[in-house]
């Protein structure tokens, strides 16, 4: 029902659009050429070679995007559609012999370049409607290449024949040629006024309706698909209601056509901004993925050592790099009295402390189980002692009513500081010193932060001890 209501406003919006652009187009075709008046000779071939470009620019889009996935078999029928549109507006260039070196003719074949419009337009809608048909077997694409080589050797087969007989049809072939304008007098004959005009406003509605049950406009491409045949309809009106072939219709019939086109091609620009946007976030996505840790957020050890190797390669007194290592005290028995889901909450709330305690530019990274480092820039080691300890403190001083239920218990945690003031030592060493700092915590008593510092001579190893010991 839902669906239903959604259909009839699509189809309401379309209709509405389309009689808005519709008349704004009609108005500055208008102010822009006036009927009886009388224009330059080149105009028309001139907005043939723009449609024949735009064509061939709709044809180029369909198969890039056909390629991307080789799914979407339609998409080729629309390509064959344009590219035969537009091999037969070369065939109406030639009915204007002196275009291309701008001279004004007189000697224009009318009558060609309507039986290659005409042609031209059952071609279209015929593969308007083979890839509507198409587009409505989804099941088809994952057929495999033979079936899609089928169906693509049997919509080039029909692009060629049609080619074919309008080349047949044409001047060109004197024996088939048809008379639809009567080249003299530059009037239409009944055999276009009465039958060809009235067979191609059939195709084209029949195209339309076809296009909008089977798609029900479920995207911009259908969307401006739709708004391409009903502006074909009327060019077709258009041609009916003037009896030159070089009258004012021709040109009003053109400018319609290149719109539409237009209209096309910027929904096509339109789709490819947004695959772009796709893709964009979607790399960016899998690059946080690549760098953080699922279960916290938090950088994962890769990144960790990779930030770090960076920092130390400009670390100096002036400018100090401090690691601080910490591991969850008697983690293994949260785990064990309440579970292993509990203790997942547990690691994912101290992540959230430590997040919240570093700077924008420092690295808070899970190294490993209920091991954390903290990687600070340009921060002396007194300094990181003094982040440490907030941290120690902040988590310490939690239980489960103030966590919300994250902690079952309150926790605790051990940390060690190392500060490199050098490039002197690599990033893993760094981590050990740090690391050395912090099981120094654990030996004595927990709940701790050290800093660690170079053995003395008489001393095996120097270590600082944490504010509650000082
Ligand atoms: P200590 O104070 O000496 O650090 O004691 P501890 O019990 O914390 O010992 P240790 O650091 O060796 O314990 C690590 C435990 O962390 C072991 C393992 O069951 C647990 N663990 C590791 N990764 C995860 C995880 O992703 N989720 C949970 N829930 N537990 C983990
Ligand atoms: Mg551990
Ligand atoms: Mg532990």
């Known amino acids: ?120 337009n059952i071609m279209m809608a015929v593969l308007f409607i083979v890839s509507i048909v198409l587009f409505r077997q989804p099941k088809w694409a994952a057929r495999g290449a033979l079936f899609h080589t089928f169906i693509l050797s049997g919509i080039i087969t029909f692009t060629l024949l049609m080619l074919l007989l309008a080349y047949l049809y044409s001047s060109y072939n004197p024996i088939l040629s048809v008379s639809l304008v009567d080249n003299e007098t530059h009037t239409f004959t009944p055999l276009w006024n009465d039958f060809f005009s009235w067979v191609l406003i059939a195709t084209w509605s029949l195209t339309l309706v076809l296009l909008l049950r089977v798609t029900r406009l479920c995207s911009t491409f259908w969307f401006s698909g739709a708004f391409f045949c009903t502006c074909y309809i009327l060019t077709m009106i258009f041609l009916l209601s003037d009896h030159n072939s070089d009258g004012f219709a021709w040109y009003q019939a053109r400018f319609f056509e290149t719109s539409s086109t237009l209209f096309i091609i910027f929904t096509l620009l339109y789709d490819i901004f947004h695959l772009y946007q796709d893709s964009q976030n979607k790399y960016l996505d899998s690059y946080q993925n690549a760098i953080r840790d699922p279960l916290t957020r938090l950088h994962n050890r890769s990144y960790f050592y990779d930030t770090l190797v960076k920092n130390l390669a400009v670390a100096s007194p002036m400018q100090p790099v401090s690691v601080i290592v910490s591991d969850l005290d ?26 919240d305690a570093v700077r924008i530019d420092d690295i808070a990274a899970r190294i490993g189980g209920e091991e954390f480092a903290l990687l600070l820039v340009n921060t002396p080691a007194q ?34 500081v190392y500060t490199a003031t050098s490039d002197a030592l690599t990033a893993e060493a760094c981590v050990e010193r740090a690391d050395k ?14 800093v660690w510092e170079e053995p003395r001579p008489s001393q095996g190893s120097a270590i600082n001890l944490s504010p509650e010991a000082q």
């Open 1 to 120: 029902m839902t669906d239903k209501k959604y259909g009839l406003q699509r189809y309401f919006l379309f209709f509405a659009i389309c009689f808005i652009v519709i008349t704004l187009l009609e108005l500055a075709f208008k102010s822009m050429i006036h009927a009886g008046q009388d224009l330059p000779p080149l105009l028309f071939p001139a907005m043939t070679i723009f449609l024949l470009i735009f064509h061939i620019m709709v044809a180029g889009f369909m198969v890039m995007k056909y390629l991307c996935d080789k799914q979407h078999l339609y998409l080729m029928a629309i390509a064959c559609a344009f590219t035969g549109s537009a091999v037969m507006m070369l065939g109406t260039l030639s009915s204007f012999p002196d275009w291309f070196l701008c001279h004004t003719t007189t000697l224009v074949n009318y009558n060609d370049a309507i039986i290659f419009f005409t042609f031209r």
């Open 330 to 355: 008697r983690f293994k028995r949260i785990n064990d009295t309440y579970g292993h889901l509990q203790g997942d909450k547990v690691i994912q709330f101290v992540a959230t402390v430590l997040q």
């Open 383 to 416: 300094n990181a002692l003094i982040v440490a300890e907030r941290i120690r403190q902040t988590i310490a001083q939690h239980d489960a009513a103030s966590s919300q239920q994250q902690l079952p218990e309150a926790i605790t945690i051990s940390m060690g």
């Open 437 to 450: 700092a912090m099981y120094q915590a654990k030996q004595t008593g927990r709940n701790r932060v050290v």
